[in-house]
Nanobody, 125 residues
Framework: VQLQASGGGLVQAGGSLRLSCAAS????????VAWFRQAPGQEREFVAA????????YYADSVKGRFTISRDNGLKTIFLQMNTLKPEDTAIYYC???????????????????WGQGTQVTVSS
């Protein structure tokens, strides 16, 4: 599986963006998927994940209620709908996928073995 992220851009605080992550490969449906982000000078942090089995979703406290992760296995695409954006959401956003990610490891970047190239999101105040 390979991933290609898109949809980033510049938006005013309070606005919305939808990120997409297109996957290649026939076994995409067997992967857990997630979004992480990294702001300048900071470590990569967990944003949201969706488990492989059952489709359970998990969110960082900082985005809960504002962001929604989803996937379309037919389109082989992962989405991140981001609403009520804040300046502190500014970062490069990365999509990730992993075949052997257990529930407790969903927020850990080390659990994922496939990464997209990142897309810049900038939220102005």
């Amino acid at each position: 599986v390979q991933l290609q992220a898109s949809g980033g851009g510049l938006v005013q605080a309070g606005g919305s963006l939808r990120l997409s992550c297109a996957a290649s490969g026939r076994t995409f449906h067997n992967y857990a998927v997630a979004w992480f982000r990294q702001a300048p000078g900071q470590e990569r942090e967990f944003v949201a994940a969706r488990s492989r089995v059952g489709g359970s979703t998990y969110y960082a406290d900082s985005v809960k209620g504002r962001f929604t992760i989803s996937r379309d296995n037919g389109l082989k695409t992962i989405f991140l709908q981001m609403n009520t954006l804040k300046p502190e959401d500014t970062a490069i956003y990365y999509c990730a996928a992993g075949q052997r990610v257990i529930t407790s490891s969903l927020p850990s970047p080390e659990a994922y073995d496939v990464w997209g190239q990142g897309t810049q999101v900038t939220v102005s105040s």
